[in-house]
C-alpha cells in the first residue's frame, strides 16, 4: 500500500500569501496518478487538480500542481478568502487508492 | 449540472444491515464509474468501493469487502450501498462520488453525503 504523507499538518497564512503544500509517497506514484481535493467545513471535497498537474473542471489558475515520483506539491498562487479549508492528495496508480491524512489551510 | 444525492444514512446496531442510495442526475450516468468514499468523524478520506460504468465490475476497499455490496440502477438513475455486519469502524460520512472516466478512481463530483453511526 502506498502511504501518502502531506506536510504540514496545518499552515497558517494570510489572504494574499503563496501556500505550498507537500505531499510525499512511500512509492513512486505511478504515471503521476496524484490527484488534490479541496474540504471546507460541512462539505464534501472538491476536485482541485489530477494527473499531478492537471487543473478540474472551473478551477481558478491560482492553483497548480507539480511533481513526480514520490513528491508532489500543491501551489495557491495567492490565497483568497474561500481557499481556507483542508487540502488532501489522492493517489491512483496503485490498489489500493489511498489519500493523504491532509493539510489544514487556516488564516493567520 | 451534475448532481448526487445520498439518503439512507442513520443510527444501526453493530451487526445489522442499511442500504444507501445515491441518486444521480445531470450527467450520463451509464457512462461513469461510480463509488463511495467515506469519512470518520474528524478524520480523513478512505475509498470504500466503485462500480463500473456497466455495472459489470465492482471492486471494495479490505476494510469492507465481503460486507458491503455496491450496486448500480441505470434505469433509476441510481447507485446503492447495502452495508452488512456493520461495525463500531463502519461510523462514517458516506459521499457517492462520480468517476471522471470509467474506472480511474478520479472523483470528479461528490454528493454531500449521508451520516451513517453505528453504536449499540
Redesign the interface.
Known amino acids: 500500500e502506498i502511504v501518502l504523507t502531506q506536510s504540514p499538518g496545518t499552515l497558517s497564512l494570510s489572504p494574499g500569501e503563496r501556500a505550498t503544500l507537500s505531499c510525499r509517497a512511500s512509492q513512486s506514484v505511478s504515471s503521476s496518478y496524484l490527484a488534490w481535493y479541496q474540504q471546507k467545513p460541512g462539505q464534501a471535497p472538491r476536485l482541485l487538480i489530477y494527473a499531478a498537474s492537471s487543473r478540474a473542471t472551473g478551477i481558478p489558475d491560482r492553483f497548480s500542481g507539480s511533481g513526480s515520483g514520490t513528491d508532489f506539491t500543491l501551489t495557491i498562487s495567492r490565497l483568497e478568502p474561500e481557499d481556507f479549508a483542508v487540502y488532501y492528495c489522492q493517489q491512483y496508480g496503485s490498489s489500493p487508492r489511498t489519500f493523504g491524512q491532509g493539510t489544514k489551510v487556516e488564516i493567520k | 449540472q451534475v448532481q448526487l444525492v445520498e439518503s439512507g444514512g442513520g443510527v444501526v446496531q453493530p451487526g445489522r444491515s442499511l442500504r444507501l442510495s445515491c441518486a444521480a442526475s445531470g450527467f450520463n450516468f451509464s457512462g461513469n464509474g461510480m463509488h463511495w468514499?467515506r469519512q470518520a468523524p474528524g478524520k480523513?478520506?478512505?475509498?470504500v468501493a466503485v462500480i463500473s460504468y456497466d455495472g459489470s465490475n465492482k471492486?471494495y476497499?479490505?476494510s469492507v469487502k465481503g460486507r458491503f455490496t455496491i450496486s448500480r440502477d441505470i434505469s433509476k438513475n441510481t447507485l446503492y450501498l447495502q452495508m452488512n455486519s456493520l461495525r463500531a469502524e463502519d461510523t462514517a460520512v458516506y459521499?457517492c462520488a462520480k468517476d471522471?472516466g470509467r474506472i480511474?478512481?478520479?472523483?470528479?463530483?461528490?454528493?454531500?453525503?449521508t451520516l451513517v453511526t453505528v453504536t449499540s
Open positions: 468514499v480523513g478520506l478512505e475509498w471492486y476497499g479490505d459521499y471522471r480511474s478512481y478520479i472523483f470528479d463530483s461528490w454528493g454531500q453525503g
